[in-house]
């Protein structure tokens, strides 16, 4: 068997309808010169996986961890992640061969739809506006998501893999460009990725990455203070991003509302967590 020129790798867990759409995606570009690699990171049933896609399972949980094994699974050297939930466009695979060379690594566009009909609530009119700028994330914060990422094996030869339990994706590019590797925004390589629907699944969401955030924010007593400064600044920021909500085309004015109410219920409970771990407690 020849070596493949990349490998798409896709972690899952618990998401066979989503996975299952996402293959269906690929399916129509994958050529031999594709590994196409699912892994499962330990699902409570395990997956069903169409060919040619083939199935690892990582019982270590967390999507670093997956990502990491399907790297160790392939002979490719270049490296496109997309997560299980994400609809690639008919095109995803092309753009990625053909930006690849551009840097190190390269992030690209993730837009947002609803899988339920409208109107939108609280939470998807909230994701609609702020879920995955990653144009933003790349050329400001000098991060890319790992949901749609082209990279190849030389990064993680020299800087090694994911990290879990901190922000994954803002640690591992934070290294790879300390590293000298370089990070560029692509917006044609796209992908979709689902709102979350309601107010428990936009709060997991954002408890799993605040969480991460305090794992990099480090526990000296000069960090925590650090940490619940920012906590402080939640209210502000409710403030200063409602414009967005308010001017954004995309909501009914009845989405505009609800989406201004979850902006200010997340920040609020965000700032409470917040504080909780700058007083070294668990959240």
Not at 81 to 99: K, Q, Y
Request: hydrophobic content about 40%.
């Amino acid at each position: 068997m020849t070596k493949p020129d990349a490998a798409i790798v896709i972690p899952h867990y618990n998401d066979q309808e989503r996975l299952n759409r996402c293959m269906a995606a690929l399916l129509p570009q994958i050529d031999d010169g594709i590994d196409a690699i699912v892994v499962d990171n330990a699902s409570d049933t395990p997956p069903e996986v169409m060919p040619p896609f083939r199935l690892v399972v990582e019982k270590k949980k967390g999507a670093a961890h997956a990502r990491n094994r399907g790297v160790e699974e392939t002979t490719a050297d270049r490296f496109f992640f997309i997560d299980s939930d994400c609809l690639p466009d008919d095109d995803w695979v092309e753009v990625a061969r053909r930006v690849a060379g551009r840097a190190d690594l390269v992030g690209g566009h993730v837009y947002v739809f609803d899988e339920t009909p409208p109107p939108r609530s609280g939470a998807e009119a909230f994701e609609t506006v702020f879920a995955f700028d990653f144009k933003s994330y790349i050329e400001k914060q000098g991060f890319s998501g790992s949901g749609n990422l082209v990279t190849h094996r030389g990064v993680f030869d020299k800087i090694g893999g994911f990290r879990a339990g901190v922000s994954e994706d803002y640690d591992w590019s934070h290294r790879a460009t300390a590293a000298g590797y370089t990070l560029v925004y692509e917006s044609a390589l796209r992908v979709g990725h689902p709102s979350r629907r309601d107010w428990a699944a936009l709060r997991r969401k954002w408890h799993r990455v605040t969480q991460e955030a305090f794992g990099l924010n480090g526990t000296g007593l000069a960090a925590r203070a650090r940490w619940f400064g920012r906590a402080l600044m939640m209210p502000v920021s409710v403030v200063i991003h409602a414009p967005r909500i308010v001017r954004a085309d995309s909501l009914a004015p009845d989405e505009r509302k609800a989406a201004l109410a979850t902006l200010a219920r997340q920040r609020l409970v965000r700032m409470r967590w917040m504080v909780l771990q700058a007083l070294g407690f668990k959240i």
